[in-house]
Structure formats: C-alpha cells, structure tokens
C-alpha cells in the first residue's frame, strides 16, 4: 500500500475509463442507476454550470440535503474545478443555518425541501428576503455579503433560485475547455471539503480536508475490509457526516466498486435495497443496525451477500455486534475510531482481527498513521496499559480551521500531533481502547454535541440564572442531552418550558432529553464546576423520579 496522489476528480475519470459500463451509483428504491460514464458526464455538465454562475477554484459551495442523488454530483462537480464544498448539517436551524453560512464564506448554496420538521426554502427566505426579488445570480444581500446563488437540488423552481435542471443545461452550453482550464489548477493537497464541528468554546469550527487527506482514508478504510470492484456498500448515514462522504463515499471511489443510496435512513429501504442489489458492506451506528435487526418485516429480506461493514459513531455494544454478526451475516463487521480533524478515521479493526478484538477495541492505527496515547501533563508518551490522550499526525490530519488559526494551533501541536480530546488505552498488541473524553462532547447515536452551545442557548432562556449541560447515559443512543439549571429567584420554570424553548431553534437532537432543576452544581475546591459528576447526579434524580433512562 502506498499513499495514493490523485484528486477526487482524477479518480472519477480513472474509473470512467476503466470501467465506464459498472454501475456506480444506485438508489434502490427507486432503481435510479449511473454508471461510471454516466455519472462523469452528469458531474462535467454540472461542473461547467457551475462555472457559468461565477463558481471557480478556491469559491465556497454549500450543500444543504439529505442523501438525493445529485449531493454527489455537486461534490463530484466542485472538486473538479477546485471549489470548496461545505457540507451543512441536516438537523440544523435558523440560528445554526446562518452562523454557518456567514462563518464559511459560502458563496453558492445548494437545498432541498428539508426534513419532516424545517423547510430550508422557508429558513433560507428568512436569512435572505432579498432572494425573493433577486434575479437569478444577481443576488445581493446585506448581511451575507458573500452569497451570489441559491440552487434547488430538484426541479421545482423557487424565486431566485437554480434548479438543478438549469445549472445542467447552463453547462451543456459551456465550452469543454474552460472546464480542462480549471481542472488544471486543481491540486491533491488542496481543500475540498469543510465539515463544521462544534468546540468546546461553543462554536462551530470549519474543518478544512484536503483531497489528499479523505481519498486516502477512503482508501485505506477500504483496504482493511479488503474492498474491491465486486464490492457493493450500502450507505444509509448521512453524507454530510466524515462516516457518509468519507469512509462510505471516498472508499467506493478509490476502489471502484458501487454505491448504493439510502436518502433518508429507514431500516426497511435499508433491508431491501440490500437484498434487492445483493449488497457485500453495510454502515451505520449502532442504533440503525439495532431498527434494522428489530424491523418486524426483518426476516423478509435475505442478507446473506452481506460480509462486512463499519459500525461508528458511538460506543458498539457486544451483543449488538453479536447480533449483527449472526443475524445479518456480516461475519467481518469493523469499527473506525477517529474524528473529524482527522479525515476521520484515526484506527480501524480490520477483517483479520478476531471478533473479540473488534468488540472490545477500535483497532490499530491506520497506514502512514502515527497514533500516541500522551500524557497530558508531561506530553510525553504513555506507556502500554497507561491511559492518556488519543492523538494522531501524518496525512491525515486536516489542513486547520477556517479563519481560526488560533484554534488550530490548540488541537495541532507543534510537533504535529492532532490532539483528539478523548482518553485511551493501548495495549501490547498495539491495539486501542477508548476510555474516557477530556472535553465535554456528547455523543448521541455518532451526533457530537457540545454542551457550550446548548448552555449559551440556554441562557437567552428568562429565568435561567445559570447552567450545565452533561451527558445522561442512553441504553439507545450510549448518550442523552441533560440541562442543569438554577433558576433566577422567584422563576417558575418547567420541563416543558425548556423543551419549548429549544424546539424548532436549535437541532432536534441537541434539544434535552432530560431537564434538572438544581441549587447548586458539584465543584472542586478551586470553584471550578466538575461537569463529570453531573452524569451521576443525573442517575440518582431519575431515580428518585421513578425514571430509567432509554
């Protein structure tokens, strides 16, 4: 194995030339299929359409959807000429929406309807009323400067916006050379996709990964569930996630194998789009496995094709790995720990690994990957047995944030090493374990939440004088949303106020599931708040409420 060197774009034409009859990409439930050719020739005539409207190397694109068939095309279609794709969290909200776009420069933002509980179009004429009035591309607003063009991933047609019918024909009537022009400037090691993640400071940071940093560990990802072009992975998570666009997406294209889409995950187009097109790989967290072995059609479907797969994003229960193992014949299912300042993957248990092992640890370090369990104190490293913090370096650490050195050089030390934030162990094998987190992050079924947002949010809240946001444990979802509050004298807040409060304001999976009213927050004797012992508290106030947690 050797580090591969082609952008995303080269490795697209590659396999359009080498295999151009395979089919690429399938949505199942729809039987909507393209073959490597024909997905290049989409993605060239969207590249160029693109163009037209002013998008060129280095220009910022938003994409706002679920997993429709043309969220690939507009990466696909970026990368080759150089643009930056910025990827925006499904569940997101007005206030989230807006920082976003306002914070990564976006330039051309790309929608769909939304989900069952927003309508982007409606939240996208509420940060831009201008649009309304605005001649296609002539955008011009006030608070977001930067934003020349809304496109609608679709056919319906919405005032002052593309829709993706338009943009392809805009591109079939663009000359084939200014397209080669551009690609030319495209270079392996520049950015191609920023991913926001939320810091402990309580605002979303924009990653920036190179082509180099996610064609690579695409690769290897797929290297160690030894992928090939016979190979067909079921992606049913989301591509805005490093686990959809990354280990799913950037593993298929380096290996030349079949992409087969869920738009929206639902345990039964799952089912049956892998026994339909008799998938070898499925991903998911543990609780869509969990919908999945416990949908009531379940034994309908036979899959038996299934070998492998990638189970992430949170802690994977060893009865649910048992289960996956016997019940959906995924004999080889494999675990990536990693983050997304790490393109994401950091270690990953390979198919060789015994099944005990890829149970109990997340794996050894990837290729061309330095993985260290460091002290934090002495910044030295830990020795085997001894827990300290997970960190990385070599290709795949990102490029930085964006416009925030000074947060990059907190994470990035000056030897390189990306700091992970989380606690673990390696043992004599060289395998590891994660035991613990420094920072406050919540990991609700692979959604990271930072609890600094949800407390700023919190105390625009009228009667709110101080809280603490902390994990509850989840037998669903390894992690709940907790809020401790201490009420301003003479408040009478409820459970439901606060829940109202969030709801429709803030993502739906950083609303609290649980809501504590407390006097006092447990604290070291220097004042600081020990926000660890809020999860024990968190036990004993259900219980004394009669409640156990889900």
Known sequence: MELQEKTIGEWLEYWAEHTPDKEYLVYSDRNLRFTWQQFNARVDDMAKGLLSIGVRCGTHVGIWATNVPDWLTFLYAGAKIGAVLVTVNTSYKQNELEFLVKDSDIQTLCITEGVFDGSYIDMVYEMLPELKNSQRGYLKSERFPELKNVIFAGQEKYRGMYNTAEILLLGRNIEDELLENEKKKVKCHDVVNMQYTSGTTGFPKGVMLTHHNITNNGYFTGEGMHFTTDDKLCCCVPLFHCFGVVLATMNVLTHGCTQVMVERFDPLTVLASVHKERCTALYGVPTMFISEMNHPMFDMF?????????????????????????????????????????????????????????????????PFTEVAVIDSETGEKCPVGVQGEMCCRGYLVMKGYYKNPTATTEVIDKDGWLHSGDLGVRDEHGYYRITGRIKDMIIRGGENIYPREIEEFLYNLEGVKDVQVASVPSKKYGEEVGAF???????????????????????????????FFVNEFPMTGSGKIQKFKLKDLSLKLLEKQGIEPV
């Open 302 to 366: 036979d899959l038996r094709s299934l070998r492998t797969g990638i189970m992430a994003g949170s802690l994977c229960p060893v009865e649910v790995m048992r289960g996956v193992t016997e019940k959906m014949h995924i004999t080889h299912i494999t675990s990536v720990y990693g983050l997304t300042e790490s393109s994401p993957g950091m270690t990953h248990s390979v198919i060789e690994d015994s099944f005990e092992t890829r149970c109990t640890t997340v794996g050894r370090e990837y």
């Open 485 to 515: 509050i201490i009420q301003k004298d003479g408040a009478n807040l409820a459970e439901d106020i606060v829940k109202d409060f969030c709801r429709g304001k803030i993502a739906r999976h950083k609303v609290p599931k649980y809501v």
